[in-house]
């Protein structure tokens, strides 16, 4: 009968919606599937900032971080599940890691935390855009707190030196939230200075992310190579 079928689906509708609630509470986390059979190894890629928080804009464009990180994350989400990595994105799209809440650092700090301990990660790579007053500072460097880390971010900065950087710079201890909040080995990636007018107009490219991702996507795997064949 019409009246049960409207009925039923109104019910299916209401409960979708409060499903769709519980897990936006509950974490902005997304597992992307893998194409080929999976390798064991699980990646977290933590696109920094989102939601209220945009982090540094660009000198020119005004251009937010988080949506930069964002697309960079993306880019490099999908260079590793196409080799058979799964993949954990802190977030998936513009709005916060802890959405359904309201905007909070310590709620964007736990929601992030959660991710990593419930993916029980093989590493953690986040990703960010610098910032720094003087405006002729440019360049993609990485920051480790563990030694665990330091190794990614060691080879990831001589891969961006290589690839992208016109000056080398090193890879740094870094006193950051991602990298101290787990265990995991953790790199944060600095992609470049949106301080600085050239790195900026770079940065916001569709094709110069995806060279730095599949940068980050190459560094990376070269390393989890070696170690399974060791
Ligand atoms: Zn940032």
Do not use: W
Not at 54 to 78: F, H, M, P, Q, W
Not at 84 to 103: E, F, I, Q
Not at 157 to 180: E, K, P
Not at 184 to 195: Q, T
């Amino acid at each position: 009968m019409a009246f049960i079928t409207i009925k039923r689906k109104t019910i299916i509708a209401v409960l979708s919606v409060i499903l769709a609630l519980i897990a936006a509470v509950t974490t902005a986390a997304t597992v992307i599937a893998s194409a080929k059979p999976t390798n064991g190894i699980t990646i977290v890629i933590d696109a920094g900032h989102g939601g209220a928080d945009g982090g540094v804009t660009g000198i020119t464009t005004g251009t937010k971080e988080s949506d930069i990180n964002l697309s960079i994350s993306k880019y490099l989400a999908k260079y590793l599940q196409n080799d058979g990595y799964n993949v954990v994105l802190t977030r998936s799209d513009s709005s916060a890691v802890c959405s359904g809440l309201k905007y909070s650092k310590r709620g964007d700090m736990s929601a992030r935390k959660k991710t990593l301990s419930e993916a029980k990660p093989d590493l953690v790579i986040s990703v960010h855009c610098n910032s720094y007053p003087v405006s002729s500072v440019k360049g993609a460097q990485t920051f480790y707190a563990s030694a665990a880390g330091e190794r990614y971010a060691k080879v990831v900065q001589n891969y961006f030196n290589d690839v992208l950087n016109d000056r080398a710079r090193q890879a740094a201890v870094g006193d950051y939230y991602i990298l101290n909040c787990s265990e995991y080995p953790s790199i944060l990636c600095e992609c470049g200075f949106l301080s600085n007018a050239q790195d900026e107009s770079k940065l916001i490219t569709a094709s110069y992310q995806q060279k730095i991702a599949y940068t980050i996507y190459s560094a990376v795997s070269s390393v989890l190579t070696d170690d399974a064949q060791s």
